[in-house]
Every structure is written in C-alpha cells, then in structure tokens.
C-alpha cells in the first residue's frame, strides 16, 4: 500500500479510531527516542558518566536503531543513557511511564495505576517499588534545620505479602483476621516504630528503627547527621532525645506531659505529620511491613514537601528516570519481612 492510499484509508476513519491511531503513532516515537531524549537531556546538564565505572572520560559510540551509544574510555565497556536506571530493558513507552508517574503523584493503588496505564497489575506493583526505591536517594540527601519537631509513629507488623507456601519465608505467628482484635493494646514488639521528624517549610524524615518502645540508639539511628547542628529540637518528654541533641549539638525543647506549647515551641506539625500519614497508609488497606519505608517516603514527597503540584511532578519525574540505584524485579519481593536497623 502507497503512502496516498494510507491517507485515503484515513480519511474515512471516524474521530476515535483516528485519535486511537495518532496515540498509537505517539507510542511507537516515543518507545524509540522518548527516554533516550529525555534522559539525555537530563544526564547532560551534569555530565554523562560511564554506569560501570562512574568514569566521565567517555565519547559517542554510534547508533543502534535511533538510540545514542557511549563508549567509556577508562573501561572500554559501551553504554546507553538507559543503562542502571528503572526504565533500562522496560518494553513499554515513554508515555505509559509518565502516565504511571501521574498515577503516583496522585497516590493512586496499584489496580487502579495498571488500569490507567494499560499494563498488568504485578507489573505496576514493581514499577512502583522501583520508583520509591529511586526516590530513596532523595530522600537520604535531606537535612533538617531551623525549628525541627520529632516524634514517634507505631505500625502493626504487617506480613502482607509473604505467603505461608513461600520456601524462603516462614511466619511467625498464626495469621491475623481482618475485623478481629489482632494486637495487644498499647506498645508491644508486636508494632514497629518509626521516628519521624518535621520542619516548618515542608521537610521531613521517617525510618522504621525497631520493634516497640523506642530507645536512645534507635533514635541515633533515625536521625545522626540529618539533623543540622545548632538547630533547635522540640519533642515530648521522653528522655531519649537528650543523648541524641548532645552528641549532634542541638538545643532541645521538650513539652511536659499535658502541655501542647511553650512560647514559639511546639510539637503541633508532627502530630499533623502523623495524622496525614495515617490516613495515607489506611488508604492502601494495610501496607506489608518490608515496604512501609517506600511508603514513608513517598508520603513526605507527595503530601508533606511544600511545592507546588506541578513542580513536584517534574522534580518526581526528572530524579526517578534519572537516578542509577535500581533492583532487579525479581528481588524486590524477596526483602526481610522485618526492615529493621541492625
């Protein structure tokens, strides 16, 4: 068939079947040069180094199809921009994983993201885990200063996930009934902790430490070098804060029990903190424990981090295609069930 009587066929297309091939055409430049473009756009702005040997002594190294080659100088291995990040070797377009992007900006579950996206759910249940997986690294880079209040979440140990005919995972304990009491009241090791710290212009940390009661280690743990020195720490009144506002210099400001406020001090935006974060792990309907610090981070990008929507899409976007930590699929559901810190 001649490129004229394509465009004869076209003309008696209806509306829908001729946006179903315009979106299809979309698809396939975009599976060629969408990531590629991108990536190397971005990858440019900092200098393009060699994924194998982190050299940037490096040159083009021709074509295959439309995507640009590298070769490294330093260890004469050849390189795509793809090359370590959570797109390398992935089929599908440009498009559907921005679409996907969107969907997790917008919190999204894993059923509804695959359904927008038009890919199977336990694919979307990676992609997801890849995506926070990247978005880790962001989160390692922040430090807190300023004013900076802290305090504690607790989580039901959630096995979610790990099945009893699984040879590499053993439960327990007796699985629990929805709708049934489950846990002891009140603090047990039945209950992870999760130190989270807050400032007033939008940063945030959180990190799964321990089982039950917290401790002065376990607070190191969450928080050495994160917080800046001379900034000021306001908590309750548990005791293990003070070792931690010595050794890294803080001024500590600690509320009395039944006291919600002292002059400009409080602990008011962690307890918010807590609050959205909540709300934001019921809305998967019970997170496996092994995930919940992915979790964690994407809740302080998604509802803590204090730019604009739009702004967050694009900062999202660029770091996740961009980064080089990545899992291979197959690993990412055989994690400890118990994240805990050695």
Not at 52 to 68: E, R, V
Not at 125 to 138: S, V
Request: aromatic letters at 10%; charged letters at 25%; one cysteine or more.
């Amino acid at each position: 068939m001649t490129l004229n009587e394509i465009f004869q066929t076209l003309k008696s297309f209806s509306k829908a079947d001729l946006n179903s091939v315009k979106e299809y055409l979309e698809s396939l430049e975009l599976n060629f040069n969408g990531f590629e473009d991108f990536l190397f756009t971005k990858k440019s702005e900092k200098g393009i180094n060699c994924p194998h040997c982190n050299s940037f002594n490096i040159k083009k190294n021709g074509h295959k199809g439309l995507i640009q080659r590298f070769l490294c100088k330093d260890c004469s291995k050849s390189f795509t921009s793809r090359n370590n990040t959570i797109t390398f070797s992935s089929e599908k377009s440009f498009n559907t994983w921005k679409k996907y992007i969107d969907c997790m900006m917008l919190g999204l579950s894993v059923r509804k993201s695959a359904e927008i996206c038009g890919i199977n759910k336990d694919t979307a249940f990676i992609w997801r885990h890849k995506i926070l997986d990247a978005l880790q690294n962001m989160a390692s880079d922040v430090k807190l200063d300023g004013i900076v209040e802290a305090d504690e979440a607790f989580f039901p140990i959630s096995y979610k996930g790990n099945h009893k005919k699984s040879v590499i995972f053993k439960m327990p304990r007796k699985a629990h009934k929805r709708g049934k009491q489950t846990h002891k009241r009140g603090l047990s090791r039945e209950k992870v902790c999760v130190p989270c710290a807050v400032t007033r212009n939008g940063l945030s940390l959180a990190k799964i430490t321990n089982l039950g009661r917290v401790s002065a280690k376990d607070i190191h743990h969450a928080f050495d070098k994160r917080i800046m020195p001379n900034s000021i720490l306001c908590t309750d009144a548990i005791s293990c804060y003070n070792d931690l506002a010595r050794t890294e210099k803080l001024e500590l400001i600690q509320l009395k029990i039944g006291k919600s406020k002292l002059g400009i001090y409080h602990i008011q935006h962690i307890n918010s903190y807590h609050s959205m974060l909540k709300n934001f792990i019921n809305r998967f309907h019970g997170v496996a424990t092994k995930y919940l610090n992915n979790y964690l981070v994407w809740h302080n990008f998604l509802n803590y981090a204090k730019e604009s929507y739009a702004e967050k899409t694009t900062i999202f976007a660029d770091f996740v295609f961009t980064t080089e930590k990545v899992d291979l699929s197959k690993s990412i559901p055989l994690r400890p069930a118990l994240p805990l810190v050695a």
